[in-house]
């Protein structure tokens, strides 16, 4: 078990213990924050590593990764009280200074068979929700490029039902898997249930065709969920560099025709966490690119805290609305959308 490297890792080389640490006081968050804003437009993104024990299958210690921005704390875990009529995967719920956070068994959950008993809680805090992963070691944060993220092989994306979105080598030879905790939450929290979409309704407004990009397939199926009860036609894309050639495709063809690329599309939504091209480097590239001029971007994270609001506004998005609310996503979108196409 290596939590001690964490908790002496800093992202600008420093000493101390940065998120870490349950003695965290407000100057100090502010100040890991303040570092990582400077992030923002980089393509860089940080990531802390763990591990969840050796598979009898394999014989193999598979390294994943988190974006640091969605961890509040990593505890060596706590006494777990267990509830009734919870998922499999649920382990339970701890109190942590006064609040409630579920549980979840990561091993559990991803099927490893290892003989190792998780002892870390890695607790997580994102789209307005706190909850606990249970991991057999965390390692260390590294600093990483975006474009150094691959999108995963099918045949691993398929094995692991999309839970992995990214993959990175690291200098030592390891493959780093960045799992999607988005769809963990949405399968033990029932954010597909369909009565999140009630009472949306048609937009008025005809002829509207939106841009997105998440490379989350739980976000995507949502959010092509929300446009199609709004009525609502959308282009898609995985991940910030697909969506970064053909939003350029779209205006070339747009140039050729001599309209605005307006007149194709009224309106990008785009993710944060993407490999290869994030969504504040995505999200200055079209501001920067007079060809996209007028189309409104909103930016559309888990990552909802008004550090991350700030850090939008930053690289220029005219929106930021909160995953998995659809109600929001779909009253924004009729808001934007609302105005006559020129």
Do not use: C
């Not at 597909?192 to 995507?220: G, W, Y």
């Amino acid at each position: 078990m290596i939590l001690k490297n964490v908790l002496s890792a800093r992202p600008d080389g420093g000493s101390g213990s940065g998120l870490f640490t349950e003695s965290n006081n407000m100057s100090q968050l502010l100040k890991n924050i303040d570092a990582r804003t400077k992030l923002a437009g980089t393509n860089k993104l940080e990531i802390l590593l763990f591990t969840m024990g050796t598979d009898s299958h394999t014989g193999r210690k598979e390294t994943f990764g988190v974006n640091v921005f969605k961890v509040r704390e990593v505890m060596r875990a706590p006494a777990i009280t267990h509830a009734p009529d919870m998922p499999s995967s649920v382990e339970g719920m701890v109190s942590l200074r006064g609040i409630l956070v579920p549980v979840v068994d990561l091993v559990r959950y991803t099927g490893v068979e290892t003989s190792q008993k998780p002892e870390i809680m890695i607790v997580t805090e994102y789209n307005g929700h706190t909850q606990g992963f249970l991991v057999e070691a965390v390692d260390t944060i590294l600093r990483l490029d975006w474009s150094a993220m691959r999108v995963p092989p099918d045949m691993l994306t398929a094995q692991m039902g999309g839970l992995v979105t990214a993959v990175t080598e690291l200098a030592d030879g390891r493959l780093v898997m960045m799992m999607d905790v988005e769809k963990i939450l949405s399968e033990t929290s029932h954010y597909d249930d369909e009565h999140l979409f009630n009472n949306i309704k048609p937009i008025e407004a005809k002829n509207r065709t939106i841009f997105f990009a998440d490379d989350s397939s739980v976000a995507r199926k949502q959010i092509s969920r929300t446009l199609d009860v709004l009525n609502i036609r959308y282009i898609s894309a995985n991940n910030g560099r697909q969506a970064w050639d053909e939003l350029q495709r779209i205006a070339a063809q747009a140039d050729a025709a001599h309209v605005p690329a307006s007149s194709f599309i009224q309106l990008i939504l785009t993710d944060v966490e993407m490999p290869e091209m994030d969504g504040y480097v995505l999200t200055k590239n079209v501001k920067s690119d007079p060809r996209l001029a007028g189309i409104p971007v909103i930016m559309h994270s888990s990552l909802s805290s008004e550090a991350n609001r700030q850090l939008g506004r930053s690289v220029g998005v005219d929106d930021y609305v909160p995953k998995f609310e659809p109600h929001k996503l779909a009253d924004t979108l009729t808001r934007l959308l609302s105005e006559p196409v020129e």
